[in-house]
């Protein structure tokens, strides 16, 4: 299937992988671009130097092109920015902010530059800016979330802007993204789904987490502070929203949750950790390879936009 994305970034098919922090690293990212997608590297709130040795080693294992997610709000924002430079990456996605203090340097290095999006206003503000795409991600999504829907966001981004639009969000088999695509976007991006493939390294307890959660298993942390977060149901998020509800401050909350992602992805604490994961998860009722992942939702997504022609 050829798109814009396609063309653009020099891959078979039009999926991406999310750059889900203490998730997405090079075994997770290398597998995808292996199979055909664009796999991506999560920055987070990793140094330079750890992102740069992620980098080598996703080379190491494959020789298709792959992107590095960077979080701008990192206090390594700034670094991480040089590393993907430095180490010749073709492809940037961006999260938590506005990445236009760093974008004449990574288009004079030739790099494909796609912000990560939550309003049409923004994707305006990116394209006048110089990104090559955007990703429309909607609130359905894992992790941190605006408040349209993948549904009313993507048709009114196609709409308000020439550059190629991704859907995000909801989405994880091959009806979504046509789906997606019937709404005017030209590649999907995938989190949840990825996060329980076979090459992913997240803790065992957090993937079956996810394949066993049921549809209204996820809550939202953090609206009142203005910094909400999608994530599995669990002892840690009734007690964020208990917390919330009392009127506690922002810092009270972010010390409740300080270092728990990683609890739950490297250790597998999913009674204490943050269980990321999108609305989707209740769909997810299996472990695949990458390669599995992608064949069959382009599979079913062809056969769908086939019929729809």
């Known amino acids: 299937?050829?798109?814009?994305?396609?063309?653009?970034?020099?891959?078979?098919y039009p999926i991406i992988q999310g750059g889900m922090a203490w998730v997405a690293e090079y075994h997770l990212a290398s597998a995808v671009s292996e199979a055909g997608g664009l796999g991506l590297i999560g920055g987070a709130n990793a140094p330079g130097d750890v992102v740069r040795d992620y980098i080598r080693k996703t080379k190491e294992r494959?020789?298709?092109?792959f992107g590095v997610n960077v979080m701008l709000?990192?206090?390594?924002?700034?670094?991480?920015?040089?590393?993907?430079v430095e180490e010749g990456v073709k492809v940037v996605t961006t999260g938590a902010g506005n990445p236009g203090k760093y974008?004449?340097?990574?288009?004079?290095?030739g790099i494909k530059v796609i912000p990560v999006v939550a309003s049409v206003a923004l994707a305006k503000m990116m394209e006048k800016a110089g990104a090559d795409a955007?990703?429309?991600?909607g609130t359905e999504s894992g992790g941190h979330i605006g408040e349209a829907t993948t549904m009313t966001l993507v048709p009114q981004v196609v709409d308000?802007?020439?550059?190629?639009?991704?859907?995000?969000?909801?989405?994880?088999?091959?009806?979504g993204m046509a789906a997606a695509f019937m709404l005017g976007a030209e590649a999907v991006q995938v989190g949840t789904r990825f996060v329980v493939a076979k090459e992913s390294i997240v803790h065992e307890n957090y993937k079956q987490r996810i394949i066993k959660a049921k549809d209204i298993d996820s809550t939202v942390t953090g609206r009142s502070h203005g910094h909400p977060v999608r994530c599995l149901r669990n002892q840690m998020t009734r007690e964020y929203v208990k917390l919330e509800q009392e009127g506690k401050s922002f810092e009270e909350l972010e010390y409740l949750t300080l270092g728990a992602l990683r609890k739950a992805v490297v250790y597998g604490d999913v009674t204490h950790g943050t269980v990321m994961g999108g609305q989707i998860a209740g769909m997810i009722n299996k472990e695949q390879t990458c390669k599995e992942i992608i064949d069959e939702m382009m599979a079913q997504a062809e056969a769908l936009l086939k019929g729809a022609r």
């Open 62 to 65: 494959t020789s298709k092109p």
């Open 1 to 12: 299937m050829k798109t814009r994305i396609t063309e653009l970034l020099g891959i078979e």
């Open 160 to 175: 308000a802007v020439k550059i190629p639009v991704i859907a995000a969000g909801g989405i994880a088999d091959g009806r």
């Open 134 to 137: 955007v990703v429309a991600e």
């Open 103 to 109: 974008m004449d340097m990574w288009k004079s290095a």
């Open 73 to 84: 709000m990192s206090p390594y924002a700034d670094d991480v920015a040089k590393v993907v």
